[in-house]
């Protein structure tokens, strides 16, 4: 697909109709003690739509190498899906700290096939169904992560990635581009050569996410309106 042609505009129109629309409807919403019946039905929607899309294309054109379910975005919708139904931290700060960075990447350098091959819509499904979720509830429902809910992501992103590496010399696949680069191109072209763009990818992330949990920090305490996330 060619980088901001019309087939990558439209989706990022959306997207930014999207995050007006959450972020003014998840202000209204801040007073709600529970999740709210638009958070759980966003919760559901993002499996009702995923999972066909998926199936689909995995009936229709599966490839092992790079069709197995162990994209982080894989992880990302999964968890956007339980915070949006909890609110629960953990699940929330995944959704944050993968939403707002890391989905966000794809979503300006995608690395997908063009409208209106099937893949198209489920990549863009996915992605843009993350970011907003992720939107709304830092930026709408005010549900910040704290610092032991940034200690727990990089672990668990560290984790997944050492998963998925082993995965990938089994399977000879990239899955992350943990191997090597999208030939797309992306932003991982100007952090150097394997596997220095690896580990700079890791310090960038890991400090990246610390500034943001700095920030939402500075911004919890600035008045009163931060709600407390369900831990149950």
Known sequence: MQAYGLAHLVPLSLLTAGIVAVVWLGRQQRADTKPSRFSR???LAIPL?????????????????IDLPIHLCDLAWVAAAFALWTHHPYPTALTCFWGLTLTTQGVFTPDVMDFPDVSYFTFWGQHLMIVTAAVYLVFGLKLLPRWREYGWTVATTAAWAAVAYVLNLILDANYGYLRYKPESGSMLDLLGPWPVYVLNEILI????????????RIWAHQDGSTRTPVRS
């Open 41 to 43: 039905g966003f919760a």
């Open 49 to 65: 739509t995923t999972i066909p899309l998926q199936a689909h294309e995995w009936v229709t054109d599966f490839d092992l190498f």
């Open 205 to 216: 992330v890991a400090g990246v996410w610390a500034l943001i949990t700095l920030g939402l």
